[in-house]
């Protein structure tokens, strides 16, 4: 039995890859102790990216507002708290910004599934690409609220993956409330970041081969509870978790 198996994890994806390097701990607790968390900025780029998805079939402005709030609302039942309602706020200037990219070709499929396998690792890679354009392109849709100047190293290693399992161009488009700017990763940064993920799924095919339970893991992997993708109720579950015979 392969140490996936033992956990019941059949396959593992960009994002948590780059979760494993970025804060084990964190990983271990959403993705071995099944300590899911959730979280409005998350829910506000699947809104925006559904938004802009119904613009690029030809809806109007309209039809893609309403669809992105509708959306973000789904996940809040329709009563966001105070949290919640800032990054719905943001949704809307978010969405008007991203429409006023120019759309590389024709739609031709959102959440579109790659799948990719790195030597020495028993679960495929699986990912699914935002937006996939005729013309030989996929983008991968980012909302923050600050651009930044360069691709970030997390996101490249997405790209670079969808860009070796389909074998097309990739981008990212950043969106604020503000502005976007469209990074398209080319051929040289592919190599480097896929190794960067191969390197991450070995170590954390060699961690789940030597752990005998989440709750040991945990206890030996600290977490920066600053980081944005832990919360309170996260931490509360993480603690009981630990001190729970």
């Not at 084990?24 to 959730?38: H, M, S, V």
């Not at 990912?127 to 490249?156: C, M, N, Q, W, Y």
């Amino acid at each position: 039995m392969s140490p996936f198996e033992r956990y019941a994890i059949d396959h593992l994806s960009p994002s948590s890859l780059n979760l494993w390097r970025a804060s084990p701990g964190l990983w271990t607790a959403r993705y071995l102790a099944g300590l899911k968390d959730e979280n409005a900025a998350m829910w506000r780029g699947h809104a925006v990216e559904t938004g802009l998805a119904r613009l690029f079939r030809g809806g109007s402005i309209g039809e893609a507002r309403s669809a992105a709030l509708d959306r973000f609302d789904e996940n809040t039942a329709g009563e966001a708290a105070e949290n919640e309602q800032t990054e719905r706020d943001l949704i809307i200037p978010m969405l008007d910004t991203a429409a006023t990219w120019e759309a590389p070709a024709e739609l031709a499929a959102t959440q579109l599934r790659v799948e990719h396998w790195f030597s020495g690792v028993p679960v495929p890679i699986i990912g699914f690409v935002d937006f996939a354009f005729t013309g030989g392109i996929d983008v991968e849709l980012k909302t923050t609220k600050a651009r930044p100047s360069k691709p970030r190293a997390d996101h490249v290693r997405q790209v670079a993956l969808y860009r070796a399992a389909r074998k097309r161009r990739g981008g990212i488009l950043y969106v604020t409330d503000k502005r976007a700017a469209f990074y398209e990763i080319e051929d040289g940064d592919v190599g480097p970041a896929l190794a960067d993920l191969a390197s991450a799924a070995r170590s954390l095919t060699y961690f789940l081969d030597r752990i005998r339970s989440a709750r040991d893991a945990l206890s030996c992997l600290p977490i920066d509870w600053d980081d944005w993708r832990a919360s309170a109720p996260l931490r509360a579950a993480v603690e009981n978790l630990l001190t729970t015979l």
